[in-house]
């Protein structure tokens, strides 16, 4: 889609795969389509700002809609029937061909979407308006991360609205938990970019492996540290998915910030999620293993 590949972007988003750590929610092709997205239309969000995020939200929120009437559901658990969190559930998808397959079917389509839709019309220059300053929950997460432990990627937290509402607003994965996990593996994440074709296999092995153990293999292994917030989200929040942590779909732009700037119980989540993912990063700093 763009001639401009960013490895960090890339590696953050190693752990969005499986639905985000393999829990199985929304898709990662629609997460990376996502973002996709974002990188397309930057320099409209540079020029436009809040005007041009909007569009790029609506745009996403198509993309996921189209992506759900052509192969039935977003959510990866739903696409897969298998649970990644247990060996029956990984022998299932990996020595099932189908399931193999079919992810590969659904990733061709998507960028055959994503690459006709991406060579749109650039979109029109706006007047500028005078409009509050927005609150997305994946780049208030991002940025609590990087002030912290000193590192980030502004460049993430740039085009991180792209999670708003659960992702182009369609009620997917929280992303205040997107936020923690791509936050987690720009400093622990397989850099597929740098990695030999077995170095990076090798890394997706040991991760599933570990999405299964206790006591993981490997020294600051992503997997195994994003499962610990996964789960630890889910024990706090009651779900991974916003439309089951807010009871709501949001109807546009306006009506998910009129909700996130009072919603107290996201703005906790947004902190709790900062914690998790710092704790894990600098445990895994000092002592190797997650």
């Known amino acids: 889609m763009i001639d401009k590949p960013d490895n960090d972007l890339i590696k953050a988003f190693t752990g969005l ?15 990376g389509g996502a973002l996709g997205f974002g990188m397309a239309y930057e320099a409209d969000i540079d020029e436009n700002g809040i005007s041009a995020q909007k569009r790029i939200l609506a745009r996403v929120g198509k993309y996921i809609k189209w992506f759900e009437k052509t192969y039935g559901t977003a959510r990866c658990r739903e696409r897969t029937c298998s649970d990644f969190y247990t060996v029956w559930g990984q022998l299932k998808y990996f020595l099932t061909f189908y399931r193999l397959s079919g992810c590969f079917r659904h990733i061709h389509g998507a960028m055959r979407y994503l690459y006709l839709n991406q060579s749109e019309a650039p979109f029109k220059k706006t007047a500028a308006k005078n409009q509050e300053t927005p609150l997305h929950c994946a780049q208030t997460v991002l940025q609590g991360i990087r002030k912290k432990i000193g590192s980030g990627n502004k460049r993430l937290e740039k085009l991180s609205f792209v999670f708003d509402g659960g ?11 997107a936020g923690a996990i791509t936050g987690i593996n720009l400093v622990l994440g397989i850099s597929v970019r740098d990695n030999s074709y077995w170095q990076t296999i090798k890394g997706f092995g040991i991760g599933h492996v570990n999405l299964l153990i206790d006591r993981p293999f490997g020294t600051r292994e992503p997997f195994a540290a994003g499962r610990r917030v996964v789960e630890k989200f889910k024990e706090t929040a009651g779900a991974l998915e916003c439309k089951d ?37 600098q445990q895994i700093d000092a002592s190797g293993k997650p």
Do not use: P
């Open 245 to 281: 942590v807010t009871g709501k779909i949001f109807n546009g732009w306006d009506d998910f910030q009129g909700y996130i700037r009072d919603a107290d119980r996201c703005h906790e989540l947004m902190g709790y999620t900062v914690e998790q993912a710092v704790h894990v990063i």
């Open 167 to 177: 992702v182009g607003l369609s009620g997917g994965l929280c992303g205040a938990l």
């Open 17 to 31: 795969e499986g639905g985000c750590v393999a829990c199985g929610s929304t898709c990662g092709v629609l997460t």
